[in-house]
């Protein structure tokens, strides 16, 4: 069974700088593209990165562009997403999410259980 | 950034009737050399992640129930739910993966009318 869990968030402060991780289990990781989504709180789903599945290319919306990174360990069957600049905007749900094949093209067939990252001082 | 815009943003449905949500990309999905849609449905319930329920327009995600179908081609597509049932109250949003950014509705909320 495909399992995503996320882990790495809480209240961080304005201009800091939160890695996010995200553990995989029950499929073969490195066969797949991965994703960030958000959802900051009542609102909708924001797609924030992804990364092709040999950690050769990434994809991220303009809004995180040079604050945040995704990049991958394929050995350890771990996604990441590390933050930087963070700011009030950023205050959501970061969910991980598997691409249902190895490009970048695809929906997204399994998300994790999501982690709250709040910025506030 | 391709758009997508749903409508209506909330929707109040009796059992077993049916419900009706749409869609509209503000620039088309069809990819013309494999003739598919990059278009998905997901839903989500309240306190959970999303779950796909429908890709490539009109292809349903294993173990999703046969009420649940998708249509529409280019830049117009809708998500059917034929005979409501209490557990499909949720959040449905649509997202196209056509194009990175990869872009999703505002969301529709289904309610129990």
């Known amino acids: 069974e495909v399992h995503l869990v996320e882990s790495g968030g809480g209240l961080v402060q304005p201009g800091g700088s939160p890695r996010l991780s995200c553990a995989a289990s029950g499929f073969t990781f490195s066969d797949h593209c991965m994703s960030w989504v958000r959802q900051a709180p009542g609102k909708g789903l924001e797609w924030v990165a992804t990364i092709m599945q040999d950690g050769s290319e990434t994809y991220y919306v303009d809004s995180v562009k040079g604050r945040f990174t995704i990049f991958r360990d394929n050995a350890k069957k771990s996604l990441y997403l590390q933050m930087s600049s963070v700011r009030a905007d950023d205050t959501a749900v970061y969910y991980c999410a598997r691409a249902s094949t190895d490009t970048a093209y695809r929906p997204l067939d399994y998300w994790g259980q999501g982690i709250l990252v709040t910025v506030s001082s | 950034d391709i758009v997508m815009t749903q409508s209506p943003d909330s929707l109040a449905v009796s059992l077993g009737e049916r419900a009706t949500i749409n869609c509209k990309s503000s620039?088309?999905?069809?990819?013309?050399?494999?003739?598919?849609?990059?278009l998905a449905w997901y839903q989500q319930k309240p306190g959970q992640p999303p779950k796909l329920l429908i890709y490539?327009?009109?292809s349903r995600e294993s173990g999703v129930p046969d009420r649940f179908s998708g249509s529409g081609s280019g830049t117009d597509f809708t998500l059917t739910i034929s005979s409501l049932q209490a557990e499909d109250v949720a959040v449905y949003y649509c997202q196209q993966y056509y194009a990175n950014p990869q872009t999703f509705g505002q969301g529709t909320k289904l309610e129990i009318k």
């Open positions: 620039q088309s999905v069809l990819y013309n050399s494999n003739k598919k849609n990059y």
């Open positions: 490539w327009a009109s």
